[in-house]
């Protein structure tokens, strides 16, 4: 990942970093030599959101596959959770 300088990006605006962004698909910004922000495309962010969402629901779909849920009335839950709350206090 290539990465400009605060200063870099300060002197050449936006303009450095659409530079950048020609060559990959995202890129550091570093402040005092410590890289600190990655600049991507709307694009590459959304990309990668929804890498995030489908990865979160085959971790709920493989949960529920090993029992790790509960079928219940709303009234049972709320109990369930007041009897929660009350052991934790």
Partial sequence: MQAISANELKTGGIGAIASALE????VGVSVRGD???VVMPV????RLRDCELEM??????????AG??????????????????????
């Fill in 23 to 26: 060559q990959e698909r995202e």
């Fill in 35 to 37: 890289l600190r922000y």
């Fill in 43 to 46: 694009e590459e962010y959304q």
């Fill in 56 to 65: 979160a629901l085959l971790e709920i779909r493989a949960d529920l596959a």
């Fill in 68 to 89: 790790g849920s509960i079928e219940e009335s709303v009234d049972e839950h709320l109990a369930r959770l007041d009897a929660l709350a009350a052991e934790r206090s």
